[in-house]
């Protein structure tokens, strides 16, 4: 059993179960009782910060993230070291600032990074085979969140399913001439996810039989300047699509500021949905497909302390897949 199996009987999120478990302030006698109620019915304990110790001898955890300005490695490492912080555990955040640079001198030193941590909490860091191979060899406790065909404990969304939501919503709408801002996989400040949710857009497409334009996959930064680079040399350059999906919010954020800038809107000229529902998604009525960030750092985090209270347990890597919800507001709307 896992904190996620709790949050999932209880109906709270992850964060809440933890807090409530815990037994720390700011969760109501409602929500804590429900956690009560759903542990006791499945079996489940919380790791003791007393025996934090149990698997190394710093009282450290890394959390290793692309980009430390980025909404979503922000809303994780806050989630993250929160359950460090209730289980006892101080934290080193260590943003690799998209330079590739910075990851080879971290990963290129694991022997000076494990003198200082006893485990580490990878956010989507695109790492190479021999990375993966020389962090699994380091004797450090490894987790990952949006990592897959790792060697330990990764929590995540299938990307390829959440682009296929976004994709489907807008076929649904009549829309059958798409674009797709996708993120970079050849740069330094490479998106992990991309690949995967260019899949599911494909996929997406292959299911009304319908192909990919190559003009029309246009590569972006996970940002909103990305986002409208990328619109802009799509509205310039290319035939304007009448619906784009763009791999992240703030890009969708950035194709909406490209399209007033040329006198366009969304959905009047173009529909635009995104991944993630970002807080600034609702303000500017952008349509998404949710994913439960904070969740995701919380649930990463909890499956590493258990692993460094309970070094000497035999359990196998565990991945696991949290769900995600398509959200229609007002920037797509049918094709006309």
Request: aromatic content about 6%; proline content about 3%.
């Amino acid at each position: 059993m896992t904190i996620q199996d709790v949050a999932v009987l209880s109906g709270l999120s992850i964060c809440t179960v933890s807090r409530a478990l815990r037994n720390l302030p700011n969760v109501s006698e409602k929500a804590q009782a429900k956690v009560a109620d759903a542990a006791a019915k499945l079996g489940y304990k919380a790791s003791s910060a007393a025996a934090r110790l149990a698997g190394g001898n710093t009282g450290s955890i890394a959390i290793i993230t692309p980009t430390a300005t980025a909404w979503f490695f922000a809303q994780a490492v806050e989630a993250a070291e929160e359950v460090f912080g209730d289980s006892g555990f101080d934290t080193v955040l260590i943003s690799l600032r998209g330079k590739s640079s910075v990851k080879r001198k971290i990963f290129g030193d694991l022997l000076g990074l494990s003198q200082r941590v006893d485990g580490v909490l990878l956010l989507n860091v695109d790492l190479s085979e021999s990375e993966v191979a020389l962090l699994a060899a380091s004797g450090l406790a490894v987790a990952s969140v949006g990592m897959t065909s790792v060697p330990w404990d990764n929590v995540g969304i299938d990307d390829e399913l959440a682009a296929w939501q976004a994709t489907s919503h807008l076929l649904g709408l009549g829309h059958w001439d798409l674009a797709v801002l996708s993120g970079r996989e050849t740069q330094e400040n490479s998106v992990l996810t991309a690949s995967d949710r260019l899949k599911g857009f494909s996929r997406a497409l292959k299911d009304h039989h319908l192909t990919v334009h190559p003009d029309l996959v246009i590569n972006s930064d996970s940002t909103i300047d990305g986002g409208r680079i990328a619109m802009n040399e799509l509205i310039a350059h290319r035939s304007l699509p009448t619906a784009v999906f763009a791999h992240c919010d703030e890009a969708a954020f950035g194709a909406l500021m490209a399209l007033r800038e040329h006198g366009l809107s969304a959905p009047k000229n173009v529909s635009v949905i995104g991944i993630d529902d970002h807080p600034m998604s609702w303000f500017l009525g952008l349509s998404t497909v949710a994913q439960p960030v904070a969740d995701q750092g919380a649930f990463a985090a909890n499956l590493l302390v258990d692993r460094l209270q309970n070094a000497d347990a035999p359990n196998e890597p565990s991945h696991h897949f949290l769900d995600t919800k398509l959200i229609e507001r007002k920037t797509t709307r049918r094709q006309r």
